[in-house]
């Protein structure tokens, strides 16, 4: 019976290692997930808050943030629809 469970876990090790390869393999082929019109919205964007001049939306307040003058850069790109990922809830 000690040989039936071994067999067992064995398989069943085996079976989640060939998805999780196919998973990684799938997502590869997608191609670019940004155009490079997109990349080149978002270094605009991150030259102008180095540069002090970007504003947020509507306070108007100064960029100081990385990460929100890229998000900046990347909604710009999606109104212009240039090739960018869905925005995460």
Do not use: F, H
Request: charged letters at 40%; zero cysteines.
């Amino acid at each position: 019976m000690a040989t039936k469970k071994a067999t067992k876990r064995k398989s069943a090790a085996k079976s989640t290692r060939t998805s999780a390869a196919k998973k990684s393999s799938s997502r590869k082929s997608s191609g670019r997930k940004y155009s490079p019109s997109a990349g080149k919205d978002v270094e605009r964007e991150m030259r102008a808050m180095k540069e002090g001049k970007l504003k947020s939306g509507r306070s108007g307040k100064k960029v100081t943030s990385r990460r929100q003058a890229i998000a900046i850069g990347l909604s710009e790109a999606r109104k212009e629809g240039k090739k960018v990922p869905a925005k995460k809830k």
